[in-house]
């Protein structure tokens, strides 16, 4: 059990049909399959009510330490976010920032989103943005816009732009931007994009992740299993690049 998964959630989301969004049901599905940790987010946090979802969050990680790393979801339209997120970032497990441009309609590169690379430059924290090609607020122009300002921060840009399409954008904008990782989860990524993937980029540069419990992560994992990859790289995909990110970390 040496897999990392860096894109997680629990809880519900409205427009998805999640039987049990809790922790233990996450950590039980991740024994069948052989998944060490996850580093999730609270869906409700994501959504409606970051305080309440982050303390839900701050409950989980203490009820499976280890298994569970905690994104803190960044809110841009609350005026004490930037308190709270700091706060945040010092309770153990919590590994970095989440932030969804699309759910908060405010680009990746607005400067709202400032103080929340701020933080994690000055925790030593990972920032995982969701990514939608094309999208008005996480299209891979704007991940090429704001890593630059960041310099030494890791940003994930989560599902890799999401649809098929914009994988050549994500690829770009990662060869452009050395602290840029793409990330695989998504219901639209197959084994012949993800293998287009690390031959684009390297393995290095591409870190595994399921989108559980929105997405099964059976399929996720099993995508990466059967994918037409080096072992050396498969590995890498499925820990090593996270066990770089995060040393230091935790």
């Not at 894109?7 to 989301?13: A, D, L, N, Q, S």
């Not at 996850?38 to 009510?49: E, I, R």
């Not at 793409?182 to 980029?201: N, Y």
């Not at 419990?213 to 059967?226: E, H, K, P, S």
Request: glycine letters at 12%; one cysteine or more; aromatic letters at 4%.
């Amino acid at each position: 059990m040496d897999v990392i998964d860096a894109h997680g959630h629990i809880g519900r989301w409205g427009a998805f049909a999640v039987t049990d969004g809790s922790a233990r049901s996450l950590v039980a599905m991740m024994d069948r399959c052989g998944v060490a940790t996850a580093c999730v987010s609270h869906l409700l946090a994501v959504g409606p009510d970051a305080r309440a979802g982050n303390a839900l969050l701050v409950e989980a990680l203490g009820a499976h330490p280890g298994r569970l790393l905690g994104w803190a979801v960044y809110q841009p339209h609350d005026p004490q976010g930037p308190e709270r997120l700091r706060d945040l970032l010092d309770v153990p497990g919590v590994i970095g920032v989440k932030l969804h441009p699309e759910v908060h309609e405010t680009a990746l590169d607005d400067r709202a989103y400032t103080p929340a690379f701020e933080a994690a430059a000055e925790h030593g924290r990972l920032v995982l943005a969701h990514s939608q090609h094309g999208g008005a607020w996480s299209d891979a122009r704007h991940f090429a816009a704001v890593s630059p300002r960041h310099p030494g921060v890791p940003l994930l840009m989560g599902h890799a732009g999401l649809f098929p399409q914009g994988l050549r954008a994500a690829m770009e904008a990662a060869a452009r931007c050395p602290d840029l990782v793409l990330e695989t989860c998504g219901s639209r990524m197959t084994a012949r994009h993800l293998t287009r993937m690390v031959a684009g980029v390297g393995a290095h540069r591409v870190a595994f992740g399921s989108d559980a419990v929105f997405l099964d992560l059976r399929a996720g994992l099993g995508r990466v299993l059967l994918a037409d990859l080096p072992e050396e790289d498969r590995e890498r995909v499925l820990h090593g690049t996270m066990d770089e990110l995060l040393k230091g970390v935790v």
